[in-house]
Nanobody
């Protein structure tokens, strides 16, 4: 089992920045892909970004490209999501997932472990 805990959410004004963290523990593997997803009440969870096991490859949803940056520290077993130029449509619960695979994926069904999420609210 892998435990996943997100942190760093909060309330920010339009145009502001936030940095999310995703700490993992338990039976982690340095070959895991880590990803960020978000969900608004009443809607399906949507892909935000993923990062490969070694950080060499990343991918982003079009809606966040150029504004969000995903990174990871394998010594700390932690992934990060730096969010800039936030807009009200970025308001959601942000979830971190761990996928037991070498190649990145934007499908949430490929992620075996999830955290409980952290709320991000962007006021207009």
């Amino acid at each position: 089992q892998v435990q996943v805990v997100e942190s760093g959410g909060g309330l920010v004004q339009t145009g502001g920045s936030l940095s999310l963290s995703c700490a993992t523990s338990g039976r982690t593997s340095r070959t895991d892909v880590m990803g960020w997803f978000r969900q608004v009440s009443g809607k399906e969870r949507e892909f935000v970004a993923w990062i490969s096991y070694n950080g060499a490859s990343t991918a982003y949803a079009d809606s966040v490209k150029g504004r969000f940056t995903i990174s990871r520290d394998n010594v700390k077993n932690t992934a990060y999501l730096q969010m800039a130029n936030l807009a009200p449509e970025d308001t959601a619960i942000y979830y971190c997932g761990v996928a037991r695979r070498l190649y990145g994926t934007s499908r949430d069904s490929d992620y075996a472990y999830w955290g409980r999420g952290t709320q991000v609210t962007v006021s207009s």
